[in-house]
C-alpha cells in the first residue's frame, strides 16, 4: 500500500508562484511514475505534468508548458510541482498520482487518470484576480 499526501496549496494573487509538493510512503517497489492532475468543481480531472521513474523524461499539458515545472527526489520519495504566472482559472484542487502496481519503463510518462493506482487527497490552489 502507497500513501501520498500532497501540501503547498493556498491562496494567492494572479501572476504569483506556489510549489506543491508530494510525499509517498508505504510500498513504493522502487520510484513509480508519478503525475499532476488538477480538478475544478464541475469539470473532469486533468493531467497537468507527468514523470518516468528515472525523472529524465517529462510531459507537459499545454495550457501550463512554461509556467508549471514537475520534478522528483527518488531519494526522499518527493514529487513537486512549481506552479508560476498562475492565472484565476487555475484553480483547482491539485492531486498527486503514482503508478504503483503496473509495470513500466524508466523512461515512461503516464497522462491518463486510469493509468495511475494511488492518489493523494488533494491539495486546494486558488489564484485570485
Known amino acids: 500500500q502507497v500513501q501520498l499526501v500532497e501540501f503547498g496549496g493556498g491562496l494567492v494573487q494572479a501572476g504569483g508562484s506556489l510549489r506543491l509538493s508530494c510525499a509517498a510512503s508505504g510500498r513504493t517497489f522502487g520510484n513509480p511514475a508519478m503525475g499532476w492532475f488538477r480538478q475544478a468543481p464541475g469539470k473532469e480531472r486533468d493531467i497537468l505534468a507527468a514523470?518516468?521513474?528515472?525523472?529524465?523524461?517529462?510531459y507537459y499539458e499545454d495550457s501550463v508548458k512554461g509556467r508549471f515545472t514537475i520534478s522528483r527526489d527518488n531519494a526522499k520519495k518527493m514529487a513537486y510541482l512549481q506552479l508560476n504566472s498562475l492565472k484565476p482559472e487555475d484553480t483547482a484542487v491539485y492531486y498527486c498520482?503514482?503508478?504503483?502496481?503496473?509495470?513500466?519503463?524508466?523512461?515512461?510518462?503516464?497522462?491518463?487518470?486510469?493509468?495511475?493506482?494511488?492518489w493523494g487527497q488533494g491539495t486546494q490552489v486558488t489564484v485570485s484576480s
Open positions: 514523470i518516468s521513474r528515472s525523472g529524465d523524461d517529462i
Open positions: 498520482a503514482a503508478r504503483v502496481g503496473y509495470s513500466g519503463g524508466m523512461y515512461d510518462y503516464y497522462t491518463q487518470v486510469y493509468e495511475y493506482d494511488s
